[in-house]
């Protein structure tokens, strides 16, 4: 029997494309899962519109769901409520710190954001930092560069 528990948990198995050490439930993508009978629905949320790796998550989940058995599947992709950084887990952020990337720091994306106030190397954990560029490897991160151990970084930006 289908259950909206089983097909949660399934999903806490995709990574997400772009930063494969957690996963999509845990970034906060994946906002409700629907089952009738045999047909799941489940709700996602774009980290930002225009994500291009929204049709591979898309693609990764229909692709599990369907290994699982389960044929009769819907993405519904939603907009409102935006997401926003406050959806990725405490555990999701040390995972984040852990691989490289300076986890987001505060909810609000505003330009003293990323410019106000020194982001934490996820290196050396230094303060002594500088953004180098707005846009790091994806949109939703900013490139930062740590002058004690000269190090560059991500910064996933808060939103």
């Given at each position: 029997?289908l259950?909206?528990?089983?097909?949660?948990?399934?999903?806490?198995?995709?990574?997400?494309?772009?930063?494969?050490v957690?996963?999509?439930?845990?970034?906060?993508?994946i906002?409700?899962?629907?089952?009738?009978?045999?047909?799941?629905?489940?709700?996602?949320?774009?980290?930002?519109s225009?994500?291009?790796?929204?049709?591979?998550?898309?693609?990764?989940?229909?692709?599990?769901?369907?290994?699982?058995?389960?044929?009769n599947i819907?993405?519904?992709?939603?907009?409102?409520?935006?997401?926003?950084?406050?959806?990725?887990?405490?555990?999701?952020?040390?995972?984040?710190?852990?691989?490289?990337?300076?986890?987001?720091?505060?909810?609000?994306?505003?330009?003293?954001?990323?410019?106000?106030?020194?982001?934490?190397?996820?290196?050396?954990?230094?303060?002594?930092?500088?953004m180098?560029?707005?846009f790091?490897?994806?949109a939703c991160?900013?490139?930062?560069?740590?002058?004690?151990?000269?190090?560059?970084?991500?910064?996933?930006?808060?939103?």
């Amino acid at each position: 029997m289908l259950t909206q528990k089983k097909i949660f948990s399934l999903l806490s198995e995709i990574p997400d494309p772009e930063i494969p050490v957690i996963s999509i439930s845990e970034l906060g993508i994946i906002r409700n899962v629907n089952v009738t009978g045999n047909a799941v629905e489940v709700v996602i949320t774009p980290t930002y519109s225009g994500c291009p790796a929204m049709k591979q998550i898309e693609y990764d989940i229909v692709s599990l769901l369907k290994k699982n058995g389960i044929k009769n599947i819907e993405i519904k992709m939603v907009y409102h409520p935006a997401w926003t950084t406050d959806w990725i887990s405490d555990e999701a952020k040390e995972k984040l710190r852990k691989y490289g990337i300076a986890p987001p720091e505060k909810s609000s994306m505003d330009k003293a954001s990323l410019t106000g106030k020194k982001k934490r190397c996820p290196h050396c954990s230094s303060s002594n930092t500088e953004m180098i560029s707005q846009f790091g490897s994806t949109a939703c991160k900013a490139l930062y560069r740590c002058k004690e151990c000269k190090e560059p970084f991500d910064y996933f930006k808060c939103h």
